[in-house]
């Protein structure tokens, strides 16, 4: 009688567990029953955004692997590390010719004539911000810079940007064989990724250094004074160098004024 009541407890305990578990499995498939279309939803989502990555890779594969490592981790003495950099920082050094990089040098060069179109630097960035995320360029950025206002642009420029690009963007020498290049011809875009960015020798300007609204200022000044010809300093640029040139051309046009005046006094004497 006690062993035949040790069996029964026992059975018992077994279809008591085999209850349990059949009552887990079904919560499981019903809370996955409830969520599976959200998170099918999401995979498909992410798959679209991907795609332009999984291009992007392939273009990094045949073109940036060698100098930026198989994850954009950089290789040193090549090129340096591409994680968290961005999209914009890419689409800026491939869309001006200046990556893919022909030689090592003080500086990459700017070209007019890129490697890849700007559908391929698209996709180069969206591979860069998929491995490590970074800076974009907001999608309403010429928007910004419509309703930019071209005065206080013009104060940010004075004080951050013309040491090096010059007072009317011309550019300039920098040391150790860099340079600032000239703003003539350079898009809302261009501008608003080296700004955020800070490509070879330019500091970084973060958002919270100058806001969107600051650039898109900043941006529709040398529009309004580079990009548009205007020259409200007077008829004559000078090339456009800054104050050496107009220094240089006062001091010319002065001295031979003085000289021309000093004679006529002589002479009538």
């Keep these: 009688m006690a062993a035949s009541a040790k069996r029964r407890r026992g059975w018992r305990k077994r279809l008591g567990a085999l209850a349990r578990f059949t009552g887990a499995l079904v919560i499981v498939g019903g809370l996955y029953s409830v969520f599976s279309p959200g998170l099918y939803a999401q ?9 332009d990555a999984v291009k992007g890779q ?9 100098c930026h490592g198989d994850n954009g981790e950089g290789v040193e003495g090549r090129g340096p590390s591409l994680i968290g950099v961005g999209s914009a920082a890419v689409e800026f050094q491939v869309n001006t010719g ?8 003080a500086q990459a060069p700017d070209s007019d004539y890129p490697v890849f179109t700007e559908e391929e630097a698209e996709w180069l960035g969206a591979y860069i911000e998929y491995l490590g995320g970074g ?7 010429d928007a910004l810079v419509a309703a930019g206002t071209v005065g206080e642009g013009g104060e940010l420029y004075r004080v951050n940007c013309s040491s090096c690009h010059g007072f009317s963007g011309g550019g300039g020498a920098l040391s150790s064989g860099a340079h600032a290049p000239s703003l003539s ?3 809302n875009e261009e501008l608003y ?11 970084v300007f973060a958002d919270n250094q100058l806001t969107p609204e600051q650039k898109a ?14 020259d409200p300093g007077g008829v004559f640029n000078l090339g456009r160098f800054g104050p050496s040139t107009e220094g240089l051309a006062i001091f010319l046009v ?11 006094i002589a002479g009538k004497s």
């Design 58 to 66: 392939e273009l990094y594969d045949t073109s940036c692997i060698t």
């Design 43 to 51: 995979e498909s989502e992410a798959g679209a955004i991907d795609a």
């Design 193 to 203: 990724q080296a700004m955020l960015t800070g490509p070879q020798n330019m500091p």
């Design 217 to 230: 200022d900043l941006i529709a000044y040398v529009q309004f004074i580079v990009n548009d010809d205007r």
């Design 185 to 187: 011809g350079v898009t």
């Design 98 to 105: 200046r990556m893919p990089m022909a030689a090592q040098g």
């Design 254 to 264: 002065g001295m031979t004024a003085l000289l021309l005046t000093t004679l006529w």
């Design 135 to 141: 800076d974009v360029v907001p999608d309403d950025l």
